[in-house]
């Protein structure tokens, strides 16, 4: 989200930058081919097409895949017309470990 003022140009000036992920939750399941490097990931019983440009913090995509069930993310995604999801970034915590806030899970 930008908070910020537009002037008499048209140039824009933000104020405020802060960012909120899409979905954020326990993983279900994740499939991850690295040949391709396309995978999809479940969560909340949606769906999340994972690929080369999906940038991964916290663990790799294999280790996600390896042990699905031993992390929780957060995911920033865009809804495609299927309604399925495409991950721009997933950052994972294993189990145990706390993100910076209070939510355990949400999709937005």
Do not use: C, H
């Not at 979905?23 to 499939?31: A, D, V």
């Not at 999906?54 to 865009?78: H, K």
């Not at 495609?80 to 950052?91: N, Q």
């Amino acid at each position: 989200k930008i908070e910020g003022d537009w002037d008499d140009s048209g140039q824009g000036r933000a104020d405020k930058v802060s960012y909120d992920d899409t979905l954020r939750g326990p993983i279900s399941g994740m499939s991850w081919d690295e040949v391709t490097r396309t995978g999809t990931l479940t969560m909340l019983g949606q769906s999340i097409a994972l690929d080369g440009k999906t940038v991964f913090r916290g663990a790799t995509p294999t280790a996600l895949a390896d042990n699905p069930q031993g992390y929780r993310i957060r995911v920033s995604a865009w809804r495609l017309e299927d309604g399925s999801f495409r991950a721009s970034f997933v950052g994972a915590r294993a189990i145990g470990l706390e993100f910076d806030d209070n939510n355990e899970v949400e999709i937005e």
